[in-house]
């Protein structure tokens, strides 16, 4: 019996190296898993059929000795990053069918290790939402508290890390959608600088903002990932060259900044209890706490639902039911786009696809977008100008608790609430990490997140292995 | 905003909506644009017209691509002769 709740990607390696299972007898214990509780959870949305064939290619790298850290990991990944041959449908009906004709840049890395990519998790559809309620195959529950969701949008990766259902995942963000189901879930999770790790081959939400970002039980396990992704990529035009990837955050760094004013208000009590606890344990492991200021960061999340359904109106326009998904029957042109778009879209989506059509158009553009922008603008600047006296900064990851299934769903505003405290990071490019901080009386999760200045990852990676020794 | 406004941006995103739908959307735009509208009172003097956000530009060039025509084929909803079929245009 291989102990799945206790191994690491380290662990895992070592026992395939020394011969104590194979890379089979790994997938296998996870496959059972899968079979116990991806009904009741419904983390994945398929398993895939080619499973035997990737853990042979694993295997025999460890017999001809080529294996490396990642050599016959089991990964789960977000339904919106293209394997080739495999459905990608980004949790909507209209790519239900949609078969990827590509590989995108992170799968070619994972096979390259020759990692097993044991199958598609749920997520809310085209990553739009914070609980994984608005994917058109059905809820995700969270394994910690099936009443409870698992965080969003990729709560089926995180779900499938947490209940031992796959080693590690791979998930996307573009405002928290790692970090709060990382929260949700008890698990460690990553968003890399803008430019870190290439977008191709991703199922665009908001291109400004998105990043493929890691999951797992541990800050080594997504540090291994982040190491093996986080490389130059031609095929993403955003993708920053190699010369570029400096930060100038030493290692052994020990102030951390907290913009308290960012959270006097619309905390949990249990929450800033526990954030505050936390604080004092990195105090008294050395730690420098300071009180920052960041002005305009009151304004992310607005700034935040204006850019981004921008970015979503533009991005989806694509999907027209002509060369490829879901496609109604029309008596013209014009109608099979307005119902192939129509039935084919779920509602949160048509809801920012609109909100996005309304920012741009004339008119509004310049008191929404435009304004918008020059805030992002502003944020990053003093985001970047807190580094000058700060090493890190700290926040609670979520305002909140995981809430109960159905909750927040006729309420847009609370739902995008739940990632107030994600958005500085992605409207600046900064790397920022959710990693756990205790348990409620409850039994439920809590997450303090860290973020660094571009390109500091190593800095992140940092104090989270010395937060895990001292939580 | 009201259901005009909605209908008409309904129309730009070419996307077909119920009337019940229209409603709902109208309500839940007041809402958004309420939380959103507080960038408003956000006093800007001045900023790099430099934004960070631009294009990335290059050559067009002739490289080998790994994907398929045939897999490219099998995902057009409606074809003709290996060609994807739409509607009449004109």
């Known amino acids: ?471 | 905003m009201n259901l005009t406004d909605v209908e008409n941006l309904a129309e730009l995103a070419k996307l077909e909506l119920s009337q019940e739908e229209k409603e709902q959307i109208l309500k839940d735009m007041e809402g958004i644009l309420g939380y959103v509208k507080q960038i408003e009172e956000v006093k800007i003097a001045e900023v790099s017209p430099d934004y960070s956000v631009h294009n990335v530009w290059r050559e067009d060039e002739v490289i080998q691509k790994d994907f398929s025509q045939d897999s490219i084929k099998e995902q057009f909803p409606d074809s003709q002769d290996g060609f994807l079929k739409v509607k009449k245009i004109l």
């Open chain 1, 1 to 471: 019996m291989i102990d799945l709740k206790n191994l690491t990607i380290e662990k895992a390696h070592e026992g395939m190296k020394k011969g104590e299972f194979t890379c089979t007898e790994l997938v296998d214990a996870y496959l059972k898993v899968i079979k116990e509780k991806n009904k009741e959870l419904n983390a994945y949305l398929e398993v895939y059929k080619d499973i035997s064939e990737q853990t042979e290619k694993a295997q025999k790298k460890f017999q001809d000795g080529s294996a490396t850290l990642l050599t016959g990991i089991p990964f789960a990944i977000k339904d919106n990053i293209l394997f080739e041959g495999h459905i990608a449908s980004a949790s909507s009906k209209i790519l239900e069918n949609y078969k990827a004709t590509y590989d995108s840049t992170v799968i070619k890395k994972l096979k390259e290790a020759g990692a097993v990519i044991i199958g598609r998790t749920n997520m809310d559809e085209f990553a739009m939402g914070s609980s994984t309620q608005t994917s058109a195959y059905g809820v995700t529950r969270n394994p910690l508290d099936p009443a409870r969701v698992p965080g969003g949008s990729s709560g089926g990766s995180a779900a499938a890390v947490a209940a031992d259902m796959a080693l590690v995942a791979l998930g996307t963000e573009t405002c928290g959608s790692v970090r709060e189901p990382a929260a949700f879930c008890g698990l460690v999770g990553l968003k890399p600088t803008y430019g870190a790790v290439s977008r191709h081959g991703i199922i665009a939400m908001g291109n400004s903002l998105d990043q493929v970002s890691p999951f797992g039980k541990n800050v080594s396990d997504v540090e291994i990932i982040f190491n093996t992704l986080s490389k130059y990529d031609p095929e993403d035009s955003t993708s920053v060259p190699e010369d570029l990837r400096v930060s100038k955050t030493k290692t052994n760094s020990k102030k951390i900044g907290v913009p308290w004013h960012l959270f006097e208000n619309g905390v949990e009590e249990v929450v800033m209890q526990n954030f505050k606890e936390s604080l004092e344990k990195l105090k008294n492991s050395g730690y420098e706490i300071v009180d920052i200021k960041l002005p305009h960061s009151p304004y992310s999340l607005a700034a935040y639902y204006i850019i981004m359904p921008a970015e979503v109106s533009t991005n989806l326009s694509r999907f027209d039911g002509i060369r490829y998904g879901y496609s109604a029957e029309g008596k013209n042109l014009l109608e099979v786009y307005k119902k192939s778009r129509g039935q084919g879209f779920g509602k949160e989506a048509r809801r920012r696809i609109l909100l996005g059509t309304y920012v741009l158009s004339h008119g509004y553009y310049d008191a929404y977008y435009n304004k918008a922008i020059k805030i992002r603008e502003k944020i990053k600047e003093e985001v970047m100008q807190a580094f000058q006296s700060v090493d890190l900064i700290a926040t609670p990851t979520v305002p909140i608790l995981p809430f109960k299934l159905g909750e927040k769903m006729d309420d847009p505003v609370a739902m995008y609430l739940c990632d107030i405290f994600s958005a500085p990071a992605n409207l600046s490019g900064v790397p920022s990490m959710a990693i756990p901080s205790g348990k409620t009386k409850e039994n439920l999760p809590l997450s303090i997140q860290f973020m660094a200045s571009h390109f500091a990852e190593n800095i992140l990676f940092e104090v989270g292995k010395k937060f895990e020794t001292i939580r």
